[in-house]
């Protein structure tokens, strides 16, 4: 089972900066977090991950706590078409044969 | 470089029919994923394949359910005797190392009637 937690909603006003938590108390030393999003009814997409550092990319940027028990990935100027499910994944790296495991995420609804 | 790409999109199949699901991966990728996603439920991991090996299957029902990832081809989901319950969204990923920045394809919407 995911051992990620989400809030089940949150709202966002167009343009403004979108901020979705997640908290992983129990991540190991060596699993990263991992977000993705899956916009209604097509595939997940991935946005980033990190392990420690603070990442960024084009879409979005990774904040992790010093402590790594949680996260925050925030969407700088968010738009209607970024209004999706939002999947924040604890896993291993990039090896070992542990699955990417989707919970229920946060379903982000971008306001006009 | 193309994405992921499924076929096909949607698929309607009767009771006891199989149903044929096919995944080509992105060019150089030689690790495939299948997630099941039932209506209004969270993306299930199935089975992970390298090229013509099951590395991990743990996710799939124990009759009826077969995959495959040739040398050569598309990953291919086999669902034998189809019943409603197997009425989902299938969705493939692809990664070039293992579970690696893992991209989606679109998914095949599979409809038993």
Known sequence: DAKTTQPT???CAEGRAA??????????GNE????????????????IHGLKNNETNEMASLIITEDRKSSTL???????????????????????NTPL????????SVIA | NAGVMQNPRHLVRRRGQEARL????????????????????????????QKENIIDESGMPKERFSAEF???????????????????AYFCASSPEIWFEAFF???TRLTVV
Not at chain 1, 32 to 47: A, K, M, T
Not at chain 1, 101 to 108: A, S
Not at chain 2, 24 to 47: A, C, I, N, T
Not at chain 2, 75 to 85: A, D, E, F, K, Y
Request: proline share 6%; net charge positive; charged share 15%.
């Open chain 1, 9 to 11: 909603s949150m709202d």
């Open chain 1, 19 to 28: 901020n979705l938590p997640c908290n992983h108390s129990t991540i190991s």
């Open chain 1, 32 to 47: 990263y977090v991992y977000w993705y999003r899956q916009i209604h009814s097509q595939g997940p997409q991935y946005i």
């Open chain 1, 74 to 96: 925030i969407l700088p100027h968010a738009t209607l078409r970024d209004t999706a499910v939002y999947y924040c994944i604890v896993r291993v790296g990039n090896s070992g």
């Open chain 1, 101 to 108: 495991v989707f919970g229920k995420g946060t379903r982000l």
């Open chain 2, 22 to 49: 096919r995944c080509s991966p992105m060019k150089g990728h030689s690790h495939v994923y299948w997630y099941r996603q039932l209506p209004e439920e969270g993306l299930k991991f199935m089975v992970y394949l």
């Open chain 2, 70 to 88: 040739p040398k050569e081809g598309p990953s291919i989901l086999r669902i034998q005797q189809v019943v409603r319950g197997d009425s989902a």
């Open chain 2, 105 to 107: 394809g679109q998914g």
